[in-house]
């Protein structure tokens, strides 16, 4: 098994499904109910296993609402994607029936003022960040034991019903949204915020964050391309064109879209990004350890040659946020964590000072008033906390 597929692994023993008791109007904690996107199977609109896509709603201000994306991870092999329809990441047959996820989104929604905000929890089974879009299902051995397993990639037929199911649902008369999502939530996040952002009426105020993926495309302390031959695959395979950023695909995709790919990582993408977004991350992401730099080691823990090799990576990842466009507010750290808007590290880790969960409030509030004033925290240290920041 390989490092990439052990994180898959463990994503995938995360995830956790979500809901609902009866609902119960703002303010914060209020109850979640579990949705279907059962009108949407006739159109194709469907999990890797064929089952209705959804997610669970906490109500709340009906003006205001949050799009969180699950995060889990991405299939990287049909036969991977097969084996992936048969869990809760592939497939909402054992979707439970109420939310207890602690690990992704939890903080933020329980933070001022997102905590009397209408709460949408989208479940991830599509297995490419909400991206695919192919016309024919694909047959494929799981077990040679068994009969072959017929699988969808419909991602972005999923988002279309979800943003067209949420309209109909009382968002079209929101004044804001925050569009975000979690580690392939985030990447998300990174791929469709502009989409989303356009499907909104004019009255809607549409932001954007992406907790973790702030990827570079790089290749990994062995010299092996891990994360990029996964996008690579994944794009093609999912048929992601259409799906990716598409100002990202006009300038890097080729003319035949086939590099388009590599706006798959969010340090690309982000660049092309017009809705103002927020980028929170690690610069020693706990994720991109295995599956991108290639090492079993926290940073601090590392031998001198990898240390050197992720710092340089890492210092590749600030390059790229403090040349991201003025719209967009940053919060890059030194401390090792992945998925950070449900771990107790929204209010403990900062940045000069700075928290993180007030940082990403502070930036929020700037841009839902349509203020451009700069939101950077970025630790630009190797290794340790820089001055007046800490774990």
């Known amino acids: 098994m390989t490092p990439f597929d052990m994180t898959i692994r463990v994503l995938l023993l995360r995830a956790v499904a979500v809901a ?31 089952s209705p896509g959804g997610g669970y709603i906490r109500k709340g201000d009906p003006k205001k609402w949050i799009i969180f994306h699950q995060g889990g991870g991405w299939c990287s092999s049909d036969e991977n994607c097969g084996v992936r329809a048969g869990q809760a990441l ?15 989104g939890s903080q933020l929604f329980v933070t001022p003022p997102f905590d009397k905000y209408t709460v949408v929890y989208a479940m991830y089974c599509d297995g490419g960040s909400w991206s695919g879009n192919t016309e024919a299902p694909v047959s494929v051995s799981v077990n040679p034991n068994q009969p072959n397993v017929t699988i969808y990639y419909r991602g972005r037929r999923l988002l279309d019903a979800l ?28 791929l469709h915020t502009d989409y989303v952002a356009s499907k909104m009426p004019p009255t809607v105020k549409t932001l954007g964050l992406a907790d973790a993926m ?45 590099t388009g790919w590599k706006c798959m990582f969010g340090a690309t993408a982000a660049q092309y990004v017009k809705t103002p977004l927020f980028v929170l991350n690690s610069k020693y992401d706990t994720w991109q350890e295995k599956a991108i730099i290639g090492v079993n080691c926290s940073i601090a823990a590392c031998p001198a040659d990898e240390q050197a ?14 040349a991201l466009p003025p719209q967009h507010g940053i919060f890059l750290g030194n401390c090792p964590n992945h998925c950070q808007t449900g771990i107790p590290s929204w209010t403990s880790v900062t940045i000069d000072g700075v928290a993180m969960g007030a940082a ?14 700069p939101v950077r925290h970025i630790a630009t240290c190797d290794v340790q906390p820089c001055g007046n920041s800490h774990c």
């Open 214 to 258: 702030f990827s570079v495309e790089h290749n990994s302390f062995g010299g092996l391309p891990l994360f990029p031959s996964r996008m690579q695959w994944g794009y093609a395979a999912w048929n992601s064109s259409a799906s990716v950023n598409q100002a990202c695909l006009a300038a890097i995709g080729g003319a035949d879209g086939s």
């Open 90 to 104: 592939g497939s909402s047959k054992n979707w439970g029936p109420t939310y207890t996820d602690t690990y992704e």
């Open 309 to 322: 090799f992720w710092n340089n990576y890492s210092q590749i990842m600030v390059a790229k946020a403090m």
């Open 20 to 50: 609902a008791v009866a609902a119960v109007a703002p303010p914060a904690a209020g109850t979640w109910e579990k949705f279907l996107l059962s009108d949407a199977v006739g159109g194709g609109a469907v999990c890797l296993d064929g």
């Open 163 to 190: 943003i067209d199911h949420l309209l109909s649902e009382g968002l079209s008369d929101a004044t804001n949204l925050l569009y975000s999502g979690c580690s392939a939530g985030g990447l998300t996040a990174y």
């Open 360 to 373: 990403v409030t502070e930036w929020y509030n700037a841009r839902a008033g349509n203020s451009m004033t």
